[in-house]
């Protein structure tokens, strides 16, 4: 399947326009991950605090929600279906 990691604040959406083809949510839960992770070594976790990997299928329905101070406090979550509110996630 074909999902969209799209990266979110509540400011502004950076949209993923290729896409990446994986074989199920586990498979994209690690390269939601992986993404993050190569954001966050950048610098600055603090800038960060509010975005979120904001995951969608090729007809744009959102799979899951992944925010960068999951990955940046070294946690790591299992994705869920349908799309839970960033704003319960945002300190």
Known sequence: MRLYFN???PDRTLPDLKGV???????????AI??????VATGNTERWRKWALRVSD???KDVFE???WFIASNLRPQPKSGLSRISSWVR
Not at 21 to 31: F, I, M, N
Not at 34 to 39: G, N
């Open 34 to 39: 992986r993404a993050i992770q190569a954001v």
């Open 21 to 31: 083809d994986v074989d199920d949510l586990g498979a994209a839960r690690d390269h």
């Open 66 to 68: 992944m925010p960068f």
């Open 7 to 9: 990266c979110w604040s």
């Open 58 to 60: 090729d007809a744009g």
